[in-house]
């Protein structure tokens, strides 16, 4: 699993004109994507990643001050453009196998704590965000 995380001061996603996941202040935006070897077990190791890993204000994690976590499907994150003028997909899982690990990922946030805003999986999405850095860091479990 591949997830790129931004620091945020708010983040929402909205999705034929309706808001479908927002947080505000400081927090976490998430695009998780999924490939063909991914399991359960590695949406449950990037959860924890996420839950705890130092990027907020004053080294903090969103587990030390309880922030909120926008997280939200990506399969782009696995295309491949480095051939050609069309990037391929090919290392992407599907949806009927990447739409339960994204879940995943969401429930094992939920269960550890967090307060978790989701997107729509496989819709066309609008993502908007105040990056707070900006401080982007990619993390690959």
């Not at 999924?34 to 449950?44: I, L, M, R």
């Not at 997909?89 to 307060?115: F, I, Q, T």
Request: charged share 25%; aromatic share 4%.
């Amino acid at each position: 699993m591949r997830a790129v995380v931004q620091r945020v001061d708010g983040a929402s996603v909205v999705v034929a004109g309706e808001t479908v996941g927002e947080i505000t202040g400081e927090g976490l935006c998430v695009l998780v994507g999924v490939t063909h070897d991914d399991t359960p077990e590695k949406a449950a190791q990037l959860a924890r990643k996420l839950w705890s890993v130092r990027v907020l204000d004053d080294e903090k994690s969103c587990s030390d001050v309880n922030a909120p976590l926008l997280v939200i499907s990506q399969f782009t994150l696995y295309g491949d453009a480095r051939k050609g003028r069309r990037p391929t997909w090919n290392a992407a899982a599907p949806g009927p196998v990447a739409e339960p690990l994204v879940d995943e990922v969401v429930r094992r946030l939920r269960e550890l704590g967090a307060h978790v805003e989701t997107g729509r999986f496989g819709a066309d999405m609008r993502v908007s965000l105040t990056n707070h850095g900006p401080f982007t860091v990619l993390i690959d479990v």
